[in-house]
């Protein structure tokens, strides 16, 4: 049976969501069993389905690392603990980001031989098979080694979370040329073009990431955290305007009824919200970072993100991968 841990406090639309995405992938999957941890009087929907976990404290969206290590008794540090101590495999909250990453790290530890931790989540692709990127915002700066890690450890979550069987590897850059980029983009570059475990094809430019051109895309934290935002404020961007455009009139809205199947696999396809959420690589655990502004459905995903890392035994192959180098 796999054990998930969720804090169930701490996103932008309260608990409800949580309970809701709960019940729901315990309708859905026979062999797992869920320890929600929050404010017990909003999480009695569950009734019998999970183990409730009562946290009065909830960590904040803006509160760091001094924070984690006063906020004890929140609901997030609860359910983290629930996996530091062996009672579950994996948490899932979408709590603060900069809470929940100090948090995971300190309790959890990083893998021996891990330099830091990173953020990673695959994305929509024109092709529909999807792209990895790393890392989307667990840090604001790194090292031109930290960069090689990343994408040794991106390379492992696409071929165990997407099938792939040799993930073609890129760095984000301002060009396609080795000599482009950031100081430790470029010192980087060079750094795995030696590496002979990866697949390593050079820099991309951010317009060609989503063609379906590179498997896993690794980047310093900051740009990340930059184009994941950009990327779902697009999505957000085309759907508006769809929208607006096929409601501007009688004639546009009849259009729209034989347009409809199209549009709908479309929207599918390019739904960055079926991803769920981001896992911390890199740290001796399953911890995955949903949306702050998740609902139920992404919320749900998140989960899957989660129950998928545990069955594909995500950490110890990330371990088996550093303690050969």
């Known amino acids: 049976m796999i054990k998930i841990a969720i804090d169930a406090m701490g996103g932008d639309n309260g608990a409800s969501i949580v309970v809701e995405a709960v019940k729901k992938f315990l ?54 603990d629930l996996v530091s101590n062996n009672t579950c495999d994996g948490v899932v909250s979408c709590g603060g980001t900069g809470a929940f990453l100090t948090g995971a790290t300190i309790k959890l530890k990083l893998i021996p031989g891990v330099l830091r931790a990173a953020l990673v989540s695959p994305f929509p692709t024109l092709d529909g098979k999807g792209v990895t990127m790393l890392d989307i915002g667990a840090n604001n700066e790194n090292k031109p080694e930290h960069l090689v890690q990343f994408a040794h450890m991106g390379a492992i979550y696409s071929k165990c979370a997407m099938g792939v069987k040799d993930p073609k590897v890129y760095l984000l850059s301002n060009g396609a040329e080795d ?30 990431v989503l063609t379906g051109q590179a498997d896993v895309v690794v980047c310093e934290g900051y740009p990340g955290n930059v184009m994941l935002k950009t990327i ?19 004639f546009t809205k009849i259009g729209y009824l034989f347009a409809k199947p199209g549009f709908d696999d479309f929207k599918k396809d390019l739904d960055y919200k079926k991803y769920g959420g981001a896992m911390l690589a890199g740290i001796n655990g399953i911890a995955v970072k949903a949306h702050g502004n998740s609902n139920s459905y992404s919320f749900y995903h998140a989960i899957r993100v989660c129950y998928n890392m545990i069955k594909n035994d995500m950490v110890n192959k990330i371990k088996e991968a550093f303690v050969s180098e």
């Open 232 to 250: 779902e404020g697009t999505a957000n961007l085309f759907n508006a305007k769809i929208k607006g455009a096929f409601k501007k009139n009688f």
């Open 27 to 80: 309708k859905d999957h026979d062999d797992v069993e869920f320890y929600v941890v929050g404010k017990k009087e909003e999480l009695s929907d569950l009734g019998s389905a999970a183990t409730i976990i009562d946290a009065k404290d909830v960590m904040g969206m803006e509160e760091g690392a001094l924070d984690v290590l006063r906020k004890k008794e929140s609901s997030m540090i609860k359910a983290i």
């Open 179 to 208: 000599k482009k980029g950031s100081p430790v983009g470029k010192e980087a570059n060079h750094l795995l073009r030696e590496e002979k475990d990866i697949c390593f094809e050079g820099n991309i430019e951010a317009r060609y």
